[in-house]
């Protein structure tokens, strides 16, 4: 039996709604991307008292208590965040950490995963199945929506990113995305999202990112994403502040396009932003032509998608923590 368990899960691109208006049958509805990095990653170990350590570690202290009451567990642990997410940045911070310290607790104490349940018991996955769906399996993901009955929206697409295929990250340091009661407030004020833009939206995903995804097309994909965010970003500027809700990740998600890069877009509320390219070289290209314009608050990354979920690592260690 082991006595410490590290827990790694996904950032997850959120590349759009599919309704996101919420009328008409099943609510939102999403597609999105499971990421190489960044990554939360968790350590739990048998302890003599409850210690909690770590870059958003007060928040997932209280996910653990919440999942060892609902398990019946009595054990104290040391949980240690060793890599978090950036919060409010639109990579899933929230839902990323909840399922990693549900993971960890279960791996510990010997108990199979469970990722939907601790979902909803850690009010995650309200609006979008791609967190849960990213911890899960990884790859891109299109969930259907919640349906009226509620429950996390059901995952009705999965396929793998190419290897080949880059991601580049646009990540601005002085600025957070809508969240808590801003977020739901900014829901409130949004007008209703007209049936013939979900259609749009759907036709694209469909006809379009789907097929190009098995047959690695990344024009016909970036066309099929830079549709979506379109019709999404126009719905959403008027809460955020634009199409992007920063004007710095806009000007050097605009010159990356100029460069070549496909796809552009903005995860979920942002900050970050994206866009994709062919090849790692092809993306190193890209981001060196930009250098220039990002200043001190803007961080360009290039990363690969990532095909698989959270990786589980048990150990054995001589004496218990303390």
Excluded: Y
Aim: aromatic fraction near 4%; glycine fraction near 14%; charged fraction near 20%.
């Amino acid at each position: 039996m082991s006595n410490t368990v590290t827990i790694k899960v996904p950032a997850r691109l959120h590349l759009g709604f599919l309704n996101p208006g919420g009328d008409g049958g099943r609510q939102f509805g999403s597609v999105g991307l499971a990421l190489s990095e960044p990554q939360t990653v968790v350590t739990l170990s048998r302890s003599r008292e409850a210690v909690a350590e770590g870059p958003d570690s007060a928040r997932a202290a209280a996910h653990l208590d919440k999942v060892r009451r609902r398990l019946g567990i009595r054990d104290d642990h040391r949980l240690v965040v060793e890599q978090a997410i950036p919060p409010h940045a639109g990579l899933g911070s929230g839902t990323q950490i909840a399922l990693a310290v549900a993971l960890a607790v279960r791996a510990l104490h010997d108990l199979p995963p469970n990722p939907r349940d601790d979902a909803t018991l850690l009010s995650r996955g309200a609006r979008s199945g791609i967190g849960v769906a990213s911890v899960v399996d990884g790859g891109v993901i299109v969930d259907a929506g919640r349906s009226e009955r509620g429950g996390l929206p059901p995952v009705v697409a999965r396929l793998p990113f190419p290897d080949d295929w880059r991601v580049i990250l646009i990540l601005d340091r002085g600025g957070q995305g809508l969240h808590g009661a801003d977020e739901i407030e900014a829901f409130r004020r949004l007008p209703p999202f007209p049936q013939s833009g979900v259609g749009e939206i759907c036709r694209h995903v469909l006809t379009g990112l789907m097929p190009a995804l098995i047959e690695r097309d990344i024009d016909g994909f970036g066309a099929a994403v830079g549709a979506v965010q379109r019709l999404v970003g126009a719905h959403f500027a008027p809460v955020q502040g634009g199409v992007f809700t920063s004007g710095r990740v806009e000007a050097v998600a605009s010159r990356l396009e100029r460069t070549g890069a496909v796809g552009i877009g903005q995860s979920s509320w942002g900050p970050t932003g994206f866009a994709f390219a062919a090849s790692e070289a092809q993306a190193s290209g890209m981001v060196a032509a930009v250098r220039g314009m990002t200043g001190s608050d803007i961080e360009i990354r290039i990363v690969r998608g990532r095909n698989f979920g959270a990786m589980v690592c048990p150990a054995r260690l001589d004496m218990v923590e303390s």
